[in-house]
């Protein structure tokens, strides 16, 4: 199987204080892994793509000050969330890459993700 | 804008009854399309997925998807559904531009199967 993990499952933070994520992959290594982020009853909304030993590209309108993805070795990428405000709660899910999985297509195996409430 | 839409967000049902949830995109040229399941405290999890030849895909737990490409739909199918079916469904599409690309979700239906 492809497991990935996430840590912590729940946090709470006080507004101004940092918070980290970890997401790994357990069983295999993943050159590319993906942060969301999902909104009640919404979807799952694409942060950034993170990859093993370069810079993350994040999508349009995610501060990439804000947060800070670092993805240092094949099986961890961690997610900062710098200065944490009211509104950067939320359900955030990390996805790894396996290579190799499908013809033209490297399935992405999801998380559980982190719930983040900032008071 | 370019989006995946899901029609249902919330769908309850009888435990035997059919099952059809409704995904339709916005993305022209290739895509790839996937319906992901996420059970009550799980992970979201992949129940099938279609490339390319028959349209009718088959996935896990008795579960599948037609893609219908005149129609920009990839609707989700299961002809008896079971209490254990409970689960929020995502459609997922890559619609491709080059390189590996990423994966764009609906909303997600909120299933609940009743006994």
């Known amino acids: 199987g492809a497991v990935v993990s996430q840590h912590p499952s729940w946090v709470i933070c006080k507004s101004g204080t940092s918070v980290k994520i970890e997401c790994r992959s357990l069983d295999f290594q993943a050159t590319t892994m993906f942060w969301y982020r999902q909104f009640p009853k919404q979807s799952l909304m694409l942060m950034a793509t993170s990859n093993e030993g370069s810079k993350a590209t994040y999508e349009q309108g995610v501060e990439k000050d804000k947060f800070l993805i670092n993805h240092a070795s094949l099986t961890l990428s961690t997610l900062t969330v710098t200065s944490a405000h009211p509104e950067d709660s939320s359900f955030y899910i990390c996805s790894a890459r396996k290579a190799g999985t499908g013809a033209g297509y490297d399935e992405q195996y999801f998380g559980p993700g982190t719930r983040l409430t900032v008071t | 804008a370019q989006s995946v839409s899901q029609h249902n967000h919330h769908v309850i049902l009888s435990e035997a009854a059919s099952l059809e949830l409704g995904c339709n995109y916005s993305?022209?040229?290739?895509?790839?399309l996937f319906w992901y399941v996420q059970y009550p405290g799980q992970h979201l999890q992949l129940l099938l997925k279609y490339f390319s030849g028959d349209p009718l895909v088959k996935g896990i737990k008795g579960f599948e998807a037609e893609f219908i490409k005149s129609k920009f739909s990839f609707n989700l199918r299961k002809p008896s559904v079971q209490w254990s079916d409970t689960a929020e469904y995502f459609c997922a599409v890559i619609p491709f531009s080059g390189g590996y690309n990423k994966l764009i979700f609906g909303a997600g239906t909120r299933l609940a199967v009743h006994p």
């Open positions: 993305y022209g040229g290739t895509v790839n």
